[in-house]
């Protein structure tokens, strides 16, 4: 398998993580502190939300070049509580429309003083793209690539599973749904990959299973009665529909018959399995509103996580790139 380019590009010379790009390639220790910083941003539901100075005195931009809502907002907070000054661009109305360049924007906001870039694509390769060209003081910090990958989104996943089912090396956790198109399906499989679950399942019907060569170690079920028995944890993803063309796309109903999370099959899963799902849900698609406002569903608390995590990554990148400077 070719190493992934991106992580190699996300670390500076010293090998520090300047950018995020993507999770490939980083260690399990790595990854732990990663998730023991997130953790240290965690409260409890109701009480007010932490907050720090780590970016004091910087500027995040928030590019989003495909639609977006929890993710954004979700950088935004974080940001926000760590004291940085944010910045929304709307790319859908902005300059890519009026045929500038996507580098001719990065520089105009690095020109202005901004020091990280939250950004989100449809297409594959921009984050990385981008991160070969951006000054020095400049962090890339991929907020959704394409089918490709989600790092954050993997890392928060990992962060729900950690404070509800503990020790990783005895976990069967399943993906399910459509896994060839989702970047939330392979930053999982990544961080699940490096954090050592005991078994890692994947289950799609025939036309949304990635292909061979990925997901490699996965155990592929094309019967999700199958593919949930014993599992720990159950992860339902959404059918990506404005990934799929023409015969692929599933219809709704034989979907949710066939394959949608519901309380019957989710009483095949292991006793006291989690159930989640990175949203937007498709209610009563991939899964039943049953499952997802029931007992085993942990979805509020992936994105209560989400938070948490992208505070702990914001504020490792800027620490890495304040160390780096004290040293040149
Ligand atoms: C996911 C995404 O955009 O990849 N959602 C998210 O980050 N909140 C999953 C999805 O869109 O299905």
Do not use: C
């Amino acid at each position: 398998m070719n190493p992934d380019p991106s992580a190699s590009v996300q670390r500076d010379s010293d090998g520090r993580l300047r950018h995020l790009i993507t999770l490939e390639g980083m260690s399990r220790d790595e990854i732990v502190a990663l998730l023991d910083l997130a953790q240290f941003y965690v409260r409890e539901p109701g009480d007010l939300p932490a907050r720090d100075q780590s970016l004091a005195g910087q500027t995040v931009a928030n590019l989003f070049f495909e639609p977006s809502t929890r993710t954004r907002v979700s950088f935004e907070l974080a940001a926000q509580r760590l004291g940085a000054e944010v910045v929304n661009l709307d790319m859908h109305s902005s300059s890519r429309v009026k045929g500038e360049t996507v580098l001719d924007t990065i520089y105009t906001l690095q020109a202005m003083r901004a020091d990280i870039l939250v950004m989100r694509d449809a297409e594959p390769g921009l984050p990385a793209y981008v991160a070969r060209f951006v000054a020095p003081h400049v962090s890339i910090l991929n907020a959704g690539e394409a089918h490709l990958s989600h790092p954050t989104q993997g890392l928060l996943d990992a962060l729900t599973v950690r404070q509800t089912k503990g020790d990783f090396t005895k976990l069967r956790v399943l993906i399910a749904g459509d896994i060839s198109h989702s970047r939330v399906a392979r930053s999982a499989w990544q961080v699940f990959k490096s954090l050592g679950v005991a078994e890692l399942r994947i289950a799609a019907p025939a036309d949304l299973m990635p292909n061979k060569n990925e997901f490699a170690g996965a155990r592929r079920f094309e019967n999700i009665d199958d593919a949930i028995r014993g599992a720990d944890v159950v992860m339902a993803l959404r059918i990506q529909r404005e990934r799929i063309r023409g015969a692929q796309m599933p219809d709704e109903t034989s979907y949710h018959r066939t394959f949608g999370i519901n309380a019957q099959r989710l009483k095949l899963a292991a006793p006291g399995a989690i159930v989640m799902h990175p949203g937007p849900m498709n209610r009563d698609v991939e899964i039943s509103s049953e499952v997802a406002d029931g007992p085993q569903s942990v979805i509020q608390r992936q994105v209560a996580n989400g938070v948490a995590v992208r505070m702990a990554v914001l504020a490792t990148i800027a620490r890495n790139v304040q160390a780096r400077r004290h040293f040149q």
